[in-house]
């Protein structure tokens, strides 16, 4: 089976899931995250467009409905055994089935959870889950009970997590070998992507960010490529992604003469970022960074122009996005603690003159100070 991690591995997983499912008084869990999922059993598909659920119950057992275009998947990926089918007819209500299920794994009358808050839960699908089971059960969200506990990186994931950090290094190599005046954008897009499939890397969970000139304010990817003009900016945002798990960057590249605003503000991101390097560790919180970036920014008078978070947690994710829930914003609680991935990025977008300035790394938590996973320096780069 095409597993990334041995089985005693996901038996500790299943053992904290179950045990935190035990402490919530959850009889079972109906997890939508493919993600969750993919720590859980490793099960790896982007079947998740569809109706799928995995079903985990307090006593440890498990079972994935889907459809039949994933059975395969599931059996070669995972270490799942009870695969149920639902069939792709007119009118389909896969809940219906999913209902079923349930009451054959004895659980009419429980206390469940489920997974709402995920790319793999639509609305319908909340809308058909909840007209089956309001009368079922006690039905109580659960979204984050599994992402909380995946904050939380073993050895064998921190592997993953590294040698995606040094996919992403390569492809920033890769960018910067083709960053000169007149240079495509696609060029440097397609080396910076091959550096991380050459290095035997995964597809991200979303799409590298690019874009020069005006287009450097943005902080989404978007369709269409220019030439880069004598004096330029660059932005990229951009993970090396290996088992799924991302390693993020990014950077702003001035291409040319650098102005004024480009210097000032870059100061103003690597102050910021080595100031947060001192509360990025256990005894502080997510809040605490963001507090951290704010003060900095703002006593600069960069208010207006920075964004309201910082950054996020990292690691297996699936498409749309490589972000996870637990983000560097005002007032989170959520503790940092040792063996956590965490992307810090500064994001400066100054419309009035026009100006990007961006800066950021990903970090492995320890028991003191953050360990940066990333060769490459935090200098200015200018080409």
């Known amino acids: ?22 402490e919530e008084k959850l009889d079972a869990l109906l997890l939508f995250a493919q993600e969750s999922m993919y720590w859980l059993t490793g099960y790896d598909t982007f079947g998740y467009c569809f109706f799928q659920t995995l079903v985990v119950k307090a006593d440890g057992t498990m079972a994935l409905i889907t459809r039949s275009a994933d059975l395969r998947q599931a059996k070669h990926t995972s270490i799942l055994e009870n695969v149920q089918i639902w069939v792709d007819r007119v009118n389909a209500d896969p809940t219906v ?19 709402y808050d995920t790319h793999g839960m639509t609305g319908r699908i909340a809308r058909m889950l909840d007209a089956q089971l309001t009368s079922f059960g006690q039905i109580v969200d659960a979204s984050y009970l599994v992402s909380h506990l995946r904050l939380i990186k073993s050895p064998a994931e921190v592997a993953y997590v590294e040698r995606a950090a040094v996919l992403a290094d390569d492809a920033l190599d890769a960018a910067l070998a083709l960053t000169t005046p007149g240079a495509d954008e696609s060029d440097i897009l397609a080396a910076m ?20 000139a005006e287009d450097a304010l943005l902080c989404r990817y978007k369709a269409g490529r220019r030439k880069l003009d004598p004096n330029d900016q660059l932005t990229l945002e951009w993970a090396g992604a290996y088992a799924h798990y991302h390693a993020a960057m990014m950077r702003t590249i001035v291409i040319g003469e650098p102005s004024y605003r480009h210097r000032e503000l870059y100061n103003a991101c690597f102050e910021t970022i080595q100031a947060i390097e001192t509360v990025l560790r256990p005894g502080h919180s997510f809040g605490d960074v963001f507090d951290m970036h704010a003060k900095i920014m703002d006593e600069r008078g960069l208010s207006r122009h920075r964004l309201n978070a910082c950054g996020y947690s990292l690691g297996a994710r699936f498409s749309p996005s490589w972000m996870e829930h637990q983000m560097f914003h005002v007032g989170n609680p959520q503790p940092i603690e040792p063996s956590m991935s965490l992307f810090v990025h500064m994001i400066i977008m100054d419309s009035d003159t ?3 300035m961006t800066l950021g790394q990903t970090y492995l938590t320890t028991d003191d100070a953050p360990r940066v996973l990333s060769r490459q320096s935090l200098d200015f780069i200018n080409v």
Do not use: C, W
């Not at 041995?6 to 035990?22: I, Q, W």
């Open 354 to 356: 026009g100006t990007a």
């Open 97 to 115: 089935d999913l209902r079923n299920l349930l009451v054959e794994m004895d659980l009419l009358g429980a206390r469940i959870g489920v997974e």
């Open 193 to 212: 992507q091959g550096a991380v499939f050459a290095g035997g890397g995964d597809y991200p969970a979303n799409e590298f960010i690019i874009g020069s």
């Open 1 to 22: 089976m095409a597993l990334h991690f041995d089985r005693p591995e996901f038996a500790v997983r299943l053992a904290r899931l179950t045990d935190k499912m035990r």
